[in-house]
């Protein structure tokens, strides 16, 4: 009786209950979670799915929080230690303008580097707006927010006002992996608390700066943490709606401390990724990240509920670090492929899931911003 | 059943969705256990020297080349020890047309098998069994016969790519053709030796194509009876003449659901994870397979053409548990011999 309800429910769009969830993550069937996860995403996107040109940035991987679930961040001594300079940015910012056609946003995370000061953030983000004015920039987690806090002796709102103010225009949603004390306590200690992330999203959002939400699981945490997580994104986004998209990330074991863990499998992605829209009743996108899913999964993901395939990248150190197999960079031709054989239309978006027009893809035209 | 026009119609129209749950709710009528079966076993490619050169093909050289070869008959008993230490219960010998082996060659190395081990032999495809046939002089019927009084238990699928002579002279023109192929099936199931079907997607050719594929193989099935599976590979591009793409796992998935609507009368649907990898592997469970064919100790045709998935008997029932189904280890004749 209960289960015919929750799924009348999911059928029907109407907000699941904590209980409801569980029961359908329980006992419903893969393809019918599918189908109604869709009709949610139609109700959402109608018949687009959104991807973006995008360059990955990361700063460094020397980091002071050593999580367990990271193959990415290792101490300076290490062998393949790095840190970009402001003329490395610049240069790299330069070569990505001359040759990708129509990026419309950078997208930067990094590490808790234990020696730069927060004047070196700050004057990262000036250097990539000066070099791209037109192009967005999304940049640093709620993690990394916390530390320029504490590196700073600022707080999380005056660290968000002055990067607004250096010309950052959005958080991605990293680093809240699951969002409970008991689970970070394991996979990231050292690491932005679950109040902490919370705090530095709804400052974010009150400042009008928009951000994402993600989700890192398969790894300790219960199925109840990981439903619970969901709900939590869920309050924060009915009380601020700042939120733009939720992300999913399948934990990635190898070369990290937790490499004994077994991979998820597509079926387990892809069941999370129609619950959580059926969930998130509240948020307007649900990304499906190809890096970590793999592009097979990540198309089928269209049929699952997704709306957003996110985009080119260009470069990705973090989860390939972490034993993803996938590629680093895929073309705008292929993304769009893979969207129309879904029987969806690929919109070519900016970071505020606006459709990037082929006017504005002129003005963002190879090099023209760089001196 | 599904006439050719109305799975032509599904085939090219119908939302991938509804496919799939139309071909799980098939798959569970007939099998309405919730388990899903895989097979230990070793595939020993005997030799790749090959007259037919078929332009998909990455594995083949010809003779002479100096990568040809021909494993000697010890080194294929070996290889068979080694699958019965690990629990394999079947051995999938496939070679190359050889032109200088003769029929001898081969009942010699299947006396030889079935004196030392209890092991099935699943082996020789449709093509091979046509070769040996017309190198001996020899009906394929008395060819096939002689093989199974040496010990060929049953065929294997392979080599019916697709069953359309337009698309098979395009990509295999020397190899044998559709009347060929599945009267070499026909006279093997006459004789009370089973066997599989297979398909290669990603070929070249047209959706209506792949349904005159199936219906040929659900016609001579009413016929015999003797199909145990069907099974839908896509075509691997890498380091063959034909190159191209390969078709997405999107359209795999579709074709899966539709083969197994398409046909009724065969009793088991085998996803493939070695084309499609574990992850599209698992997925298939959900678009009606009830099989994940073998864990493959050893496959030298698909690593050829640069796809290599790697799979062991923990990852195959982690890979069926995390969809929610019971693994169960089968042999060739599909009867379960271990529950996990």
Not at chain 2, 113 to 119: D, E, L, Q, S
Not at chain 2, 237 to 251: A, E, R
């Amino acid at each position: 009786m209960s289960e015919l309800q929750a799924a009348q429910k999911a059928a029907a769009g109407i907000r699941l209950s904590f209980a409801e969830a569980r029961e359908l993550y329980e006992t419903a069937d893969l393809l019918d979670l599918a189908v109604w996860a869709r009709q949610a995403k139609e109700r959402k996107s109608g018949r687009d799915v959104y991807y973006n040109v995008n360059r990955q940035i990361n700063l460094s991987n020397i980091c002071t929080a050593g999580c367990p679930l990271c193959a990415f961040s290792c101490t300076s001594e290490a062998r393949q230690a790095f840190v970009l300079e402001l003329e490395d940015v610049r240069r790299m910012i330069e070569q990505t303008a001359a040759t990708t056609k129509g990026l419309s946003e950078i997208h930067m995370v990094s590490a808790l580097h234990p020696e730069k000061d927060f004047t070196y953030y700050i004057d990262i983000v000036r250097l990539v707006k000066e070099l791209l004015p037109q192009v967005h920039l999304k940049a640093f987690t709620p993690v990394e927010i916390v530390h320029f806090s504490e590196i700073s002796g600022l707080s999380i709102e005056q660290v968000l006002r002055t990067l607004q103010a250096a010309g950052l225009d959005s958080l991605p949603g990293g680093g809240a992996e699951i969002l409970d004390d008991e689970v970070r306590k394991v996979i990231c200690p050292h690491k932005a608390s679950s109040a902490q992330w919370i705090e530095t999203m709804k400052t974010a959002h009150r400042l009008g700066i928009l951000t994402n939400a993600t989700m890192m699981y398969g790894h300790v945490e219960s199925i109840e943490q990981r439903l619970r997580h969901l709900f939590t994104l869920r309050d924060i986004q009915d009380e601020t709606g700042g939120f733009q998209a939720y992300v999913a990330f399948p934990f990635h074991p190898d070369n990290t401390k937790l490499s004994d863990l077994p991979k998820t499998g597509s079926w387990e992605d892809l069941r999370m990724i129609a619950l959580s829209r059926l969930i998130l009743d509240n948020f307007d996108h649900i990304k499906a990240f190809w890096i970590m899913l793999t592009q097979p999964i990540a198309q089928l993901s269209l049929a699952f509920g997704a709306d957003d395939l996110d985009g080119t990248v260009e470069e990705e150190k973090i989860i390939h670090a972490a034993g993803a197999k996938t590629k680093t960079r895929i073309s705008k031709e292929d993304i769009e492929a893979m969207i129309c054989e879904s029987g969806y239309t690929p919109v070519q978006r900016d970071t505020f899931y606006r459709p990037v027009e082929s006017a504005q893809l002129e003005k963002m035209e190879v090099g023209k911003n760089v001196k | 059943m599904l006439s050719e026009k109305e799975g032509l119609e599904l085939l090219q129209r119908e939302d991938i969705l509804a496919l799939g749950q139309a071909a799980n709710a098939l798959r569970q009528k007939i099998h309405p256990g919730r388990e899903v079966t895989f097979i230990v076993d070793r595939n020993i490619n005997y030799s790749n020297v090959c007259v037919n050169e078929c332009r998909f093909c990455a594995f083949f050289r010809p003779k002479g080349h100096k990568d040809a070869y021909v494993l000697p008959l010890p080194a294929i008993l070996d290889k068979i020890q080694e699958t019965v230490d690990a629990g394999g219960t079947q051995v999938m010998i496939q070679g190359g047309l050889h032109p200088e082996l003769d029929l001898d060659y081969y009942l010699t190395m299947l006396r030889a098998i079935k004196k030392r081990f209890v092991i099935s032999i699943h082996s020789f495809t449709a093509t091979e069994i046509l070769y040996f046939a017309r190198q001996a002089g020899r009906s394929v019927r008395d060819t096939l016969l002689l093989l199974q009084d040496a010990g060929l238990d049953s065929l294997p699928g392979g080599g019916a790519e697709i069953l359309v002579d337009r698309v098979r002279k395009q990509v295999s023109p020397k190899k044998i053709m559709t009347d060929d192929w599945l009267y070499v099936m026909e006279c093997a199931h006459s004789i009370g030796m089973e066997t599989t079907a297979t398909m290669v997607i990603g070929l070249g050719e047209t959706m209506a194509e792949r349904i005159e594929h199936m219906e040929r193989i659900r016609a001579l099935q009413e016929k015999t009876g003797g199909f145990r599976a069907f099974i839908t590979w896509s075509y691997q591009p890498g380091n063959t003449q034909l190159g191209g793409q390969t078709t997405s796992s999107w359209d795999y998935l579709r074709t899966l659901a539709l083969s197994r609507l398409y046909m009724e009368n065969v009793q088991h649907i085998q996803g493939s994870w070695v084309t499609q990898g574990e992850r599209i592997g698992q997925m298939t469970l959900a678009f009606g397979a009830d099989d994940l064919g073998s864990i493959m100790l050893e496959e030298n045709v698909v690593r050829a053409a640069g796809t290599s998935y790697e799979m062991s008997i923990d990852k195959m029932v982690q890979t069926i548990e995390g969809s929610g189904f019971k693994a169960a280890q089968r042999d060739t004749k599909y009867k379960v011999i271990r529950r996990f």
